[in-house]
């Protein structure tokens, strides 16, 4: 038998549950291992054999390390192609394309507004760290331009990369869900027609909920 992929950290990071929705989504067996930030583990000397930044998550498949979440998924993708979601990652040069310019946009445009967002709102209080206004503020004006800019997309195609539920749209559920269930800026998604329903649909996938549901486990 097989030994499972490896996943090193929290569910509660975005960045490991954007790798265990991609698991989820192909039908990949993995073993989730622990690893308690507060704790320092992350930092010490055999994680940094794994990730060198020491930052989750880390992943291993067959004795082979890697890290990075969206690179992660794209692997586990390429790896198991016939498992799972079979179009997950496209099935073409062209259909890949158009998902890695969306992955792109994600990493570049919406991510660095929204996770800045994400640990002021719902992280920071947890931690009795004090919120800037300011930063929440200049974020939300940033988020607000992308979303627009996906409005505009998610009126032309039902997801981000076309007809099909994709990668792209993977990569964004963890801020996302953070943004819309965990703070009082959900509305900069759902005010939004079709990026409400585009939200709507993409929480709404079988994989996206086991996450969750790992999460509330936790």
Not at 29 to 54: A, D, R, T, V
Not at 117 to 142: G, H, S, T, W, Y
Not at 170 to 188: A, E
């Amino acid at each position: 038998m097989a030994t499972p992929v490896k996943v090193y950290g929290p569910p509660m990071s975005t960045a490991v549950s954007r790798v265990l929705a991609c698991l989820y989504e192909k039908n990949v067996e993995f073993e989730l291992i622990s690893i308690n930030m507060s704790k320092g583990e992350h930092k010490k000397p055999e994680f940094l054999k794994l990730q060198p930044f020491g930052q989750v998550p880390a992943f291993e498949d067959e004795g082979i390390s890697i890290f990075e979440s969206r690179a992660i998924c794209r692997y586990v993708c390429d790896k198991y192609a016939d498992k799972g979601n079979k179009g997950l990652y496209g099935t073409n040069p062209l259909a890949k394309a158009s998902i890695d310019q969306w992955i792109e946009a994600e990493g570049q445009s919406f991510n660095p507004p929204s996770s800045t967002l994400v640990f002021q709102l719902a992280f920071a209080p947890r931690m009795n760290i004090k919120q800037d206004k300011v930063v929440i503020r200049q974020n939300e004006e940033k988020l607000s331009k992308v979303l627009d800019i996906y409005e505009k997309r998610l009126g032309e195609a039902r997801f981000l990369a076309g007809d099909e539920f994709s990668l792209a749209d993977l990569s964004h559920l963890p801020n996302t869900q953070y943004l819309v269930s965990g703070t009082d800026k959900g509305n900069l998604f759902t005010s939004r027609e079709n990026v409400g329903r585009w939200w709507d649909e993409i929480s709404s996938q079988d994989s996206w909920k086991k996450v969750v549901d790992l999460q509330k486990g936790t």
